[in-house]
């Protein structure tokens, strides 16, 4: 289920790594552009397979506003995303933890068991499904 332009789905993280699945995201969304770039200025250390040339810049949300500025985009879509699946999955209150490891997460996660939505490569996951 794609939520969002340039999304890497939970399965894919699982199969990938998280840094291959960020790559993969943002290829996907550069792919959706409808003007191409002349230069992309990417946040942290590695830059995705595209056709556009540019640069790595770590801690470039606090060093580009156009970095940080496209850093809260991402963190609404995300907010919007864990209120979309506090409806489809009731109790696991993801509007609340955001999908962040907190205490109400794991203890979500113990008492309701797990969904397609979480990763299982996650450490409380790959516990919660060994019970």
Do not use: C
């Not at 996907?28 to 810049?57: C, H, K, M, N």
């Amino acid at each position: 289920m794609a939520w969002a332009i340039g999304r890497a789905e939970p399965s894919e993280i699982d199969r990938l790594n998280i840094l291959q699945a960020t790559l993969l995201a943002m290829k996907r969304a550069y792919s959706q552009l409808q003007i191409i770039p002349d230069w992309v200025q990417v946040d942290g250390t590695f830059y995705p397979d595209i056709v556009s040339p540019g640069e790595t810049i770590i801690q470039g949300d606090s060093k580009v506003a156009e970095i940080s500025a496209a850093s809260i985009l991402a963190k609404v879509a995300r907010d919007e995303e864990m209120r979309t699946l506090d409806l489809l999955y009731p109790g696991y209150e993801f509007s609340k933890h955001k999908g962040y490891p907190t205490k109400l997460h794991l203890e979500r996660l113990a008492s309701l068991g797990v969904t397609e939505q979480h990763r299982r490569s996650y450490s409380p996951v790959k516990k919660q499904l060994a019970l």
